[in-house]
């Protein structure tokens, strides 16, 4: 079978599937089986693939087809220009997230500041911000060991690894250092609404990082409180939140001495993240 027949056959299985997506993702996982990049497999639609290839191919395409993302089966997603090693231990990095790098690294480009990660996951959040700001450095924290395994991973491949210090702990154990920014992406779904998700969400993605409890904000709540211990004063936190949470958000942190500053929306128009300015 050749490159281009392949890519058909692919996503037309896909597509019987309802992936939207059926025709790139049978690209990217032909270019997995093949082991090449999807513009080198483009400009070589007729190129034999040999049967072993082909098996892995058919491998893939089956645990697609029952809406295993894409980004767990290439071992990969891109954020911020950068390729991401992911797995099944860590939330896939997601486009509104780089709205809160954005807005970061405009506030903070010519600053020397010291950076807390809480729920670090695959470390997207602040190796991309210590990418851009060349004077700062961090730390990154998360109860999940196999999480801080990828993220040190990511850190070693952008050449990162000296200026982030990675504690595989809750953050409730940093006590003795005093941080200029906070950032968090905490879990926030509610209990009840994670079985509204898509598949590809609930059934595959880590469900410790996406539950938010009852109300969606048990997560948010302790990263506020427990920010205003080791936030400077006048330091910024942070927070990216669910949908029609920024009313009861900004109470809490209102109440725990914390001005809000500004607010993302995230591309449907939904506030998607939150800075605040402990007092």
Same mark, same amino acid.
């Given at each position: 079978?050749?490159?281009?027949?392949?890519?058909?056959?692919?996503s037309?299985?896909?597509?019987?599937?309802?992936?939207p997506?059926?025709?790139?993702?049978?690209?990217?996982?032909?270019?997995?089986?093949?082991?090449?990049?999807?513009?080198?497999?483009?400009?070589?639609?007729?190129?034999?693939?040999?049967?072993?290839?082909?098996?892995?191919?058919?491998?893939?395409?089956?645990?697609?087809?029952?809406?295993?993302?894409?980004?767990?089966?290439?071992?990969?997603?891109?954020?911020?220009s950068?390729?991401?090693?992911?797995?099944?231990?860590?939330?896939?990095?997601?486009?509104?997230?780089?709205?809160?790098?954005?807005?970061?690294?405009?506030?903070?480009?010519?600053?020397?500041?010291?950076?807390?990660?809480?729920?670090?996951?695959?470390?997207?959040?602040?190796?991309?911000?210590l990418?851009?700001?060349?004077?700062?450095?961090?730390?990154?924290?998360?109860?999940?060991?196999?999480?801080?395994?990828?993220?040190?991973?990511?850190?070693?491949?952008?050449?990162?690894?000296?200026?982030?210090?990675?504690?595989?702990?809750?953050?409730?154990?940093?006590?003795?250092?005093?941080?200029?920014?906070?950032?968090?992406?905490?879990?926030?779904?509610?209990?009840?609404g994670?079985?509204?998700?898509?598949?590809?969400?609930?059934?595959?993605?880590?469900?410790?990082?996406?539950?938010? #409890?009852?109300?969606? $904000?048990?997560?948010?709540?302790?990263? +506020?409180? =427990?920010?205003? @211990? &080791? /936030?400077?004063? *006048? #330091?910024?936190?942070? $927070?990216?939140?669910?949908?029609e949470? +920024?009313? =009861?958000?900004? @109470? &809490? /942190?209102?109440? *725990?001495?914390?001005?809000?500053?500004?607010?993302?929306?995230?591309?449907?128009?939904?506030?998607?993240?939150?800075?605040?300015?402990?007092?």
């Amino acid at each position: 079978m050749k490159v281009l027949e392949a890519i058909i056959t692919g996503s037309k299985l896909l597509k019987e599937k309802n992936i939207p997506t059926n025709i790139l993702d049978s690209e990217l996982l032909l270019s997995k089986s093949l082991n090449k990049s999807r513009e080198e497999l483009l400009i070589n639609l007729e190129q034999n693939i040999n049967k072993r290839d082909l098996t892995n191919f058919n491998k893939y395409l089956i645990r697609r087809s029952k809406k295993e993302p894409i980004a767990y089966l290439i071992g990969e997603k891109e954020f911020w220009s950068k390729k991401f090693f992911v797995n099944k231990s860590t939330l896939i990095p997601r486009p509104e997230t780089e709205l809160l790098v954005e807005k970061l690294v405009t506030l903070y480009k010519k600053k020397r500041v010291n950076i807390l990660d809480i729920g670090t996951g695959t470390g997207c959040v602040i190796i991309s911000l210590l990418s851009e700001l060349k004077n700062s450095s961090g730390m990154a924290v998360d109860i999940s060991s196999k999480a801080l395994f990828v993220a040190k991973k990511n850190a070693l491949k952008f050449r990162l690894s000296n200026r982030i210090k990675f504690l595989s702990q809750h953050f409730e154990g940093i006590h003795n250092k005093k941080f200029d920014l906070i950032v968090s992406n905490p879990p926030y779904i509610t209990r009840y609404g994670i079985k509204n998700l898509s598949d590809d969400i609930k059934k595959f993605e880590p469900r410790m990082a996406l539950d938010g #409890g009852n109300d969606g $904000l048990d997560l948010i709540k302790k990263v +506020i409180y =427990k920010s205003k @211990k &080791i /936030l400077k004063i *006048n #330091g910024t936190l942070a $927070l990216e939140i669910g949908n029609e949470q +920024i009313n =009861k958000v900004s @109470k &809490i /942190l209102v109440d *725990n001495k914390f001005i809000i500053k500004c607010v993302i929306k995230d591309y449907k128009k939904n506030v998607r993240c939150v800075f605040a300015e402990y007092r």
